[in-house]
């Protein structure tokens, strides 16, 4: 059964919040790619479209949104997403996962892209999902 940690960003106000998502709710990831948008619903959020910006599987590999599919890919990157080069013209071999949502994801990052009102209020203020770090 999959489980995931999903990490929501309001963009209006730069807070972030963190859910656990696990049975029916973790199966609405399942198989959608980086870029699509998910109904709010699955993390408690009624009202609200989530886009999926990113993620990373149980050791810390990052989701690419160029690499098809679910599977590990090696790759040769000069910069983005999984390897920050400290010189120009620096290249490094490095480990990353395909776009699709699968079951070895770990953490899925979002981002509010449609909702009436904010976050934070439909959560309650102070809920216990909010992160307070």
């Known amino acids: 059964m999959a ?3 999903v990490v929501v960003a309001d963009p209006e106000t730069g807070e972030t919040f963190q859910f656990e998502v696990d049975g029916q709710d973790a199966n609405r990831f399942l198989g959608r790619d980086l870029g699509d948008e998910v109904d709010g619903s699955a993390v408690g959020l009624d009202g609200f ?3 999926l910006t990113g993620g990373s599987d149980e050791t810390g590999r990052p989701l690419r949104a160029d690499v098809p599919g679910s599977s590990l890919k090696e ?3 000069e910069g983005g ?3 920050k080069p400290t010189r ?3 290249r490094k ?3 990353v996962r395909g776009r699709e949502i ?5 953490q899925i990052n979002a981002t509010v892209v449609d909702g009436d009102g904010s976050v934070a209020d439909a959560l309650g ?3 216990e999902d909010e992160d307070d770090e």
């Open 75 to 77: 790759l040769l990157l």
């Open 3 to 5: 489980e995931f940690k």
């Open 125 to 127: 203020e102070g809920g």
């Open 81 to 83: 997403v999984g390897y």
């Open 49 to 51: 479209t989530l886009e």
């Open 93 to 95: 071999r490095v480990t």
């Open 88 to 90: 120009d013209g620096e």
């Open 102 to 106: 699968s079951d070895a994801v770990a």
